[in-house]
């Protein structure tokens, strides 16, 4: 009789919680959104022009959505828009700039004396070739990778997925993708350095 009265040992019951909106899963991004376009903008994060950037993405990300395959990632699609959004502001700042210096010719004039300080955003030359060449360097030296080196690398660095995730979506044990990664930086490292040394 006693033993039908106790209660069996409790289990933790796990929590039911309700599948997220399309809305919050961009909310948790806006901080790289923000990120990546201020430094595309070369201005602080809480820049004015920034904000308006950030709000266009968000924009454009609601009326995309339904575009969006239910197993696409997230956050490579939404900084692609934000990509996008950064160099169609920075466009439109470069063609005000070259329209308000053609209206004003004459150099003795205070607006164009104000434009002319303003700083071009825009990489200098050489930065630019530096960033070509870093970025030829990276892509030869993730085809140097082993197959699998190479998609844990991919997933971890550019769709920002966990350890975790990377070992259930390649089907491989934990353990397998931390070495495919370590042995993947240790590589690169290695080829760009051995490359940078070149005359």
């Known amino acids: 009789m006693m033993p039908a009265l106790m209660s069996p040992p409790c289990r933790p019951v796990p929590a039911v919680t309700a599948p997220r909106s399309f809305g919050e899963e961009v909310a948790e991004h806006i901080p790289i959104v923000r990120a990546v376009i201020a430094s595309m903008l070369r201005e602080r ?40 959004v950064a160099l169609d502001h920075h466009r439109a700042r470069q063609n005000t700039l070259r329209r308000v210096q053609n209206e004003s010719p004459d150099e003795s004039d205070s607006s164009s004396i104000i434009y002319d300080r303003i700083a071009d955003p825009r990489p200098a030359l050489d930065e630019q070739m530096d960033q070509l060449r870093r970025e030829r360097q990276l892509r030869a030296a993730m085809n140097e990778l082993t197959e699998g080196q190479r998609k844990a690398m991919l997933l971890f660095h550019v769709e920002g997925l966990g350890y975790q995730d990377i070992a259930e979506r390649l089907g491989v044990p934990l353990g397998t993708v931390a070495t495919w990664i370590s042995r993947g930086r240790r590589a690169i490292f290695t080829e760009i350095h051995a490359e940078s040394r070149k005359p």
């Open 45 to 84: 994060r809480d820049h004015a022009d920034v904000e308006d950037c950030v709000q266009e993405v968000l924009r454009r990300a609601l009326e995309g959505y339904a575009r969006l395959c239910p197993d696409k990632a997230l956050r490579p699609w939404l900084l692609g828009i934000a990509r996008h």
